[in-house]
């Protein structure tokens, strides 16, 4: 049996001093050390229009969508707070439209960080714009250490796929300064941070193969075990819809 393709969304990197003058599409190798030690295929999709998303995803087995810029707070229809990042509009309405395509034809999604909050969005959900902005969020979520040790504790539903893998705790990484403020209805929560903010979720429907985590496993991989764990997991649910 041929390996299955994974896309995974790229991003366009505009360092300019570092590209020579010229924008270049990317992913960060993480991700793609990730699959193919999965046994699956790793291909970047480069952003692209909206409306190619359909063919994109009807040419590979699974999407994984990686972490980046923030998320547009117009999509949630809310202005932008003082502390937004760059933003990335045309990466927002093809991901989406990967997103609604990959639901559609029932494709398994592994969402990362910006991918979990970007998946949350698209189906009505919202986000914290800043967590510096909510004194009650008390947690450190921009770790100091290096990214690929863990630096705070979350809590895993037993029951969820995050849970068959990591238990009902475990230390993770964090880099990120927006979060899931409002789940969407398609998603159930599965892991929290200690200051409750989620940190896993998954789809209500049992038909959609969906796990997203805000933290990043492909930077802690190599050091961990279950984080490469998550990856195999992804390729195993790919292989399961083959089947």
Known sequence: MMKPLIG?????????AV?????????????????????????VLPISSPADASDYISRIDGL????????SPLLYNEEPSLQLEATNPARDAF???????AIAQKK??????????????TYG???????????????????KTHFETGAHTILIDPDSSLGKIFGETYIVNTYH????KKLAKPFKAVAWSKDKLIEGFEAVDPKQSIVAVQWH???????????????????????????
Do not use: W
């Open 19 to 43: 590209t020579n003058g010229l924008p270049v599409t990317y992913t960060p190798q993480g991700f793609v050390d990730g699959i193919d030690r999965a046994e699956g295929t790793p291909v």
């Open 108 to 121: 398994p999604i592994l969402a990362v960080c910006r991918g979990l909050q970007l998946l949350n969005v």
């Open 125 to 143: 959900g919202t986000l914290y714009q800043d967590l510096s902005d909510y004194p009650e969020l008390a947690v450190q979520h921009i770790q």
């Open 64 to 71: 994984l969508l990686a972490g980046g810029q923030d998320v």
């Open 95 to 101: 991901e989406m439209a990967l997103i609604e395509a």
């Open 177 to 180: 300064h927006q979060a899931v």
């Open 8 to 16: 995974i969304a790229g991003n366009v990197l505009s360092d300019l």
């Open 217 to 243: 496993p492909e930077l802690m991989m190599k050091q961990d075990r279950k984080m490469q764990q998550l990856f195999d997991e992804f390729v195993s649910r790919v292989k399961a819809v083959q089947a």
